[in-house]
């Protein structure tokens, strides 16, 4: 059985490596202002988009993701999955809760170009070039655009004037070895992405604390926030200006309620890395936050390899949202509503996606557990080291041997009923249990197997490798 699982793991891992010989990926470096305006719930915003072909390909077209537009109606791809997983509270929702993005005018060096809808989705547009994109050529990109934000349905939008900014901006889709890759936004599945370096300028009324991805680039306010914990108000409005390299995605954050926690990690290599958590100040179960993603990123950065960027920050989001918590690159909003170690493994759990969400960046549409999986199982790992357990089922009596934890029995209870899925199944093939049970958790267990069998010596110099190539 060993000599089998070891087998199944070097195949794995020297499929990958033989796969990265002709590896290209495309890049897109993105410029944006963007203004809020807190009494309609609107941005406006310009991009510029610096679009570098590095695949063998002559491109005469790029698709883009207009993601906003999953809000607009009640005939979206969004909208018709949720009432699949039985939600009907978009569906329902009036139309001030509905959001979109308009006003786009794209153009490519400077000439006008034209846009064609796509016949299925109206949050996917494709963009005509006027010259084609020659292997190995760059071209510059911009479009002003406004976007409506949506009473957070899913992952972002507005609750009152809280705000939670992502999947905001239109979008180059991916294009690699197997095509394009454009894509409906889908409250379950996640992202596929194409990397590069942002700019962003963010102006709000100057009531508002703006967490971003990225570094703040104003050192006054960076140093206040970490001395004082708070930002003290200046005129009308301010202007919040992040950067950050070589991501695929920026989110943001904004309340007038937020306080600050700031600590430093300093990893095994003497990297400094600095943590910061964004929350309401009557919370008081966070105020362990910075702490949980400290210890957390020092531990996955020993496990899997040293943390990418030089910063991490968790932000606590309102009760009225359902996410739990999700991830951007450098940056996570947490919704839990617990304390203690649940939420000590939230947060840990998605600072944890900096490395599979974040780094590798693997198309969660198609291979979910490569991200969330992978993921779990560094989560129960690092529970199991500082608890001894994960939250196990109390007082409910059991004839045989007692399962884990409620996902345990959860699982063992569908599999039994022939009702689980394989691991290797896409995000929009999973039922809505499924989802979270198979490719979160069945998906651990199976790591936790592949340790088992392997070692975890060698498990571990293994997900190295994985992780460094």
Not at 139 to 166: E, M
Not at 170 to 192: C, I, N, S, T
Request: some cysteine; charged content about 25%.
């Amino acid at each position: 059985m060993k000599k089998t699982f070891l087998y199944i793991f070097l195949l794995l891992f020297t499929g990958h490596l033989c796969a990265q010989s002709n590896y290209w990926q495309q890049e897109a470096n993105f410029r944006i202002n963007v203004s809020l305006n807190d009494k309609d719930h609107t941005l406006d915003a310009f991009e510029t988009i610096e679009y570098i072909n590095h695949s063998p390909d002559t491109l005469h077209f790029i698709w883009f993701h207009i993601w906003p537009n999953a809000y607009k109606n009640d005939r979206t791809a969004f909208s018709e999955q949720l009432l699949k997983n039985h939600s009907t509270d978009f569906y329902f929702s009036n139309p001030s809760q509905k959001g979109y993005v308009n006003q786009l005018d794209f153009r490519v060096a400077g000439r006008s170009a034209i846009t064609v809808a796509d016949t299925n989705h109206i949050d996917i547009i494709k963009v005509l070039l006027p010259t084609p994109l020659a292997p190995g050529s760059k071209t510059v990109i911009t479009t002003p655009f406004k976007v409506k934000l949506p009473y957070n349905f899913s992952r972002g939008g507005h609750i009152g004037q809280d705000y939670q900014v992502t999947q905001w901006f239109p979008k180059p889709a991916v294009y690699d070895r197997k095509g394009w890759h454009q894509m409906p936004y889908l409250d379950q599945g996640e992202f596929y992405s194409e990397f590069g370096n942002f700019e962003v300028e963010i102006t709000v009324p100057s009531a508002y604390v703006v967490a971003g991805t990225g570094v703040l680039q104003d050192t006054s306010t960076l140093n206040e926030l970490k001395e004082k914990g708070k930002h003290t108000e200046e005129g009308k409005t301010k202007t919040w200006h992040y950067k950050q390299e070589k991501v695929h995605d920026f989110a943001w954050f904004a309340s007038k309620d937020y306080v600050v926690k700031y600590d430093t990690a300093v990893l095994a290599s003497k990297k400094v890395v600095d943590i910061f958590s964004y929350y309401k100040p009557s919370s008081k179960a966070w105020t362990e936050s910075v702490a949980y993603a400290k210890e957390g990123l020092k531990k996955y950065s020993n496990w899997i390899g040293e943390y990418p960027y030089s910063l991490a920050t968790v932000v606590q989001g309102s009760k009225n949202e359902n996410s739990g918590g999700m991830e951007y690159p450098t940056i996570t909003l947490i919704t839990t509503d617990e304390s203690g170690q649940d939420l000590d493994a939230t947060i840990v759990h998605e600072v944890g996606h900096n490395w599979f969400y974040g780094a590798l960046a693997t198309n969660e549409r198609i291979h979910p557990w490569m991200d969330e999986g992978m993921n779990t199982f560094y989560q129960k790992r690092y529970e199991n080291e500082k608890y001894g357990s994960y939250a196990h089922l109390n007082g409910i009596p059991f004839a045989g041997k007692v399962p884990d934890d409620e996902e345990g029995l959860l699982l063992e209870t569908m599999t039994k009923i022939e009702k689980d899925q394989p691991i290797e199944t896409t995000s929009e093939d999973f039922t809505f249990m499924n989802y979270g049970l198979v490719a979160y958790y069945k998906a651990s267990r199976w790591m936790k197997k592949l340790e088992n069998e392997l070692g975890r010596e060698l498990f571990d110099s293994s997900m190295h490798d994985y992780y460094r190539n």
